[in-house]
């Protein structure tokens, strides 16, 4: 979700509808009909712009509001887009107190939209697309922030073997598999030199952390993935579950406060904001309130490595966009001149591993 704007209602809902451009409507609505008894009316349909995943469309009925996400079209990186984890992880959530959108259904096979999708219910709420969150005050700002690390919090503490996640990944040796991964993402993405991230995937494996701690991981836990309650400061729903495993809870951690290192330009950073007028908590206290509310010791906090990671894996990313985008099917229109940011954010990955981490 790459466009800085005003809180959306309706969860990443547009102003202005987007074509529907690549979904078989003449097969996919008489499939609803068939899979969901009592749907009434002429389904419309329209695409949510914005994000650089999954593409992702809104399917209304008169008595029914759904969501409709689906793998891209054409070549992908593997174990990318995996929908179907998304949808097996809000349906295990869901007996959980961490707010998920309730699932429908899950459909593997191509032949309605021509990739596997899945449906959820639409919730409706606020999706903030702008970290300096304009025309809000102060107080409120903090607040968004502060239900953000406690939603983080809440995530961590959930009980994975309980909710029937036992076999959704692998307990320990977290950063040495998805060093591994990301290593492979890169050499699969290159579409040219970048020696920041091989420097980066260097020093990483030369500094993998001993410690084995396993929790449910989001994987892409960042402000724009959460739905806020219409009026009030508080998650509704976490949203875009593709890259969620059973990990290492400072891996999410490290990725959720990216963007207090980061300019605003650098993909909608708040570095160098004057967050004290803004309302938004500093970096410090941010963390502070996470580690409280996750009860977790001066031992086991984010070092260096951590956001060094966190910023290398933002790196392959934006180089993978930069892949699709040469390939053709990229999700959104500015995949291109996103994928120029994979050297900042490299970059920023180095000066992290210089960067004292703070500890409380």
Known sequence: MLNQSPPQVGGLEKSDPVPAAGLAVDRLEPFLHRQLPGLRGRMRIEAIGGGQSNPTYFLCFDNRRMVLRKKPAGDVLPSAHAVDREYRVMQALASTPLPVP?????????????????????????????????GMSPDGRRAIYLAMADTLAMLHGVDWRAAGLGDFGREGGFFARQLRRWQQQWALSKTRENPAIDELLAWLGEHLPADDETTLTHGDFKLNNLLFHPTEPRVVAVLDWELSTLGHPLADVAFNTVAWRTLPSEFGGIRGLDLAALGIPSEHEYLAHYYRRAGRDAARQATPFHWAFALMRWAVMFEGIAARAARGNAVAENAAEVGQMARALAQRGLEAIRTPAPHF
């Open 102 to 134: 309730p699932v429908v259904l899950y459909h593997a096979e191509p032949d309605i939209v021509g990739t596997p999708f899945y449906l959820m219910e639409r919730v409706e709420g606020r999706v903030f697309q702008d970290s300096r969150l304009p």
